[in-house]
């Protein structure tokens, strides 16, 4: 038996690209040699399917203040990090090898200031054959690394903390 990590990668459910629930243990992104490949999902139907994600950055109070009251230098750090997250979602597919290129129908990336720093949450959607995780926690990832790019100058403390996904489901389509 062929492995690569001690998965089994001669797993029919490898070898057709499957989504079988008791597969789950095995890389979906390697070939029968263990090289990494992209999954086909063409034989798969099309669905609604929705990501959601979230994640936190840290700040320091005097940091949350600035943010507050739009006083950091490089603009307004909510606004600019929301639009960065709706960016980073419309890019996965060229930041992250194996995702596929999807048309995405809706990316909502909304950021709040908590009193120990700002929260972020994604949400989006696609009609396709694949989901869209990644488009998520990427918009969650980019939407805080702009809040850090925009604050490093006022704040060496920051960190990036519980980015994961929260929701992820699929609905068929009516016909």
């Known amino acids: 038996m062929s492995k690569a990590k001690g998965i089994d990668i001669n797993s029919p459910g490898l070898q057709s690209g499957g989504t079988d629930p008791d597969m789950t243990n095995h890389l979906s992104h390697t070939d029968n040699a263990g090289r990494a490949?992209?999954?086909?999902?063409?034989?798969?139907?099309?669905?609604?399917?929705?990501?959601?994600?979230?994640?936190?950055?840290?700040?320091?109070?005097?940091?949350?203040?600035?943010?507050?009251?739009?006083?950091?230098?490089?603009?307004?750090?909510?606004?600019?990090?929301?639009i960065a997250g709706i960016q980073a979602a419309k890019s996965t597919s060229t930041l992250i090898p194996l995702c596929?290129?999807?048309?995405?129908?809706?990316v909502k990336v909304v950021c709040d200031l908590t009193?120990?720093?700002?929260?972020?949450?994604?949400?989006?959607h696609c009609v396709g054959q694949t989901g869209v995780e990644m488009e998520a926690l990427a918009a969650v990832s980019v939407g805080l690394l702009t809040v850090y790019d925009m604050c490093k100058a006022v704040d060496?403390?920051?960190?990036?903390?519980?980015?994961?996904?929260?929701?992820?489901?699929?609905?068929?389509?009516?016909?």
């Open 115 to 124: 009193d120990s720093g700002v929260s972020i949450n994604s949400e989006v």
């Open 37 to 82: 490949r992209m999954v086909d999902v063409g034989s798969k139907p099309d669905q609604l399917r929705i990501a959601k994600a979230t994640g936190q950055i840290i700040l320091q109070e005097n940091t949350v203040k600035l943010i507050r009251e739009n006083l950091m230098k490089k603009g307004d750090v909510l606004a600019i990090a929301e």
């Open 100 to 106: 596929h290129n999807i048309n995405l129908t809706l």
């Open 156 to 175: 060496k403390h920051m960190h990036i903390e519980g980015v994961h996904l929260t929701e992820k489901t699929k609905h068929e389509l009516s016909r």
